[in-house]
C-alpha cells in the first residue's frame, strides 16, 4: 500500500470520525422529543388532581381564527390552567409568541426567576414575578398557558409534569 492510499485511508476515518462526533453533538444539545398530549389526557390529569376542567374550545376558536380544534380549561381560585391542541405547530407558535408577549407586558419585572429553553418540538418559557408565576409551554401543536399566584406555583408545576412537559 503506497503512501497516498494510506493518508487517503486515514482521512477518509478522520472524516467519519468527525461526522459521528458531530451527530453526537446534536443528538445531546437538540434534546430528545417530548410526546404530544391530547385533550383527553390532559382532563384525566387535571380530574384526578382533583380540578373540574371544562371543555373551553368554542371560546377560543374566535380568537384563534377557528384554528383551535380542543381547549382544556380549569381555574381554581388563582390557578388558571388551559391546554390548547391547535391544528398545526405554526399556529401554536404564533399562539405562544402571544402568552408570552403578554406575560412579558403583564408580569415581568426586574425582580424574577425566569426559564427559557427550546428543543426538538418543544419550548418551555416561565417567570416568576411580581408574586405571579407564569407558564407557557408548546409541544408540537398543543400549548400550555397556565398561572397563578406565586405561593400556587406547584400546583402548576405538578399538572405540567404529570403530562410529561416538563
Do not use: H
Not at 391530547?38 to 373540574?52: F, M, Q, R
Not at 374566535?62 to 388563582?78: A, G, H, I, P, Q
Not at 416561565?126 to 405571579?132: D, H, K, P, V
Not at 409541544?139 to 398561572?147: E, Q, S
Amino acid at each position: 500500500m503506497n503512501k497516498r492510499t494510506k493518508d487517503f485511508i486515514i482521512s477518509m476515518i478522520m472524516l467519519g470520525g468527525f461526522a459521528l462526533v458531530c451527530v453526537a453533538f446534536i443528538g445531546i444539545f437538540s434534546g430528545s422529543p417530548k410526546a404530544v398530549a391530547t385533550a383527553d389526557s390532559v382532563w384525566n390529569i387535571l380530574e384526578n388532581n382533583g380540578y373540574k376542567p371544562i371543555d373551553s374550545t368554542e371560546q377560543y376558536k374566535e380568537k384563534w381564527n377557528s384554528s383551535v380544534t380542543k381547549v382544556v380549561s380549569m381555574t381554581d381560585d388563582d390557578v388558571n390552567f388551559n391546554f390548547f391542541v391547535f391544528s398545526d405547530d405554526k399556529t401554536a407558535k404564533q399562539a405562544r409568541a402571544e402568552y408570552i408577549s403578554y406575560i412579558r407586558w403583564n408580569r415581568y419585572d426586574v425582580m424574577n426567576t425566569k426559564f427559557n429553553e427550546g428543543r426538538s418540538n418543544y419550548m418551555i418559557y416561565t417567570l416568576m414575578a411580581n408574586g405571579m408565576y407564569s407558564v407557557d409551554i408548546k409541544v408540537g401543536n398543543t400549548l400550555i398557558f397556565a398561572y397563578s399566584d406565586e405561593e400556587n406555583a406547584d400546583k402548576i408545576n405538578k399538572i405540567v409534569s404529570e403530562m410529561d412537559y416538563f
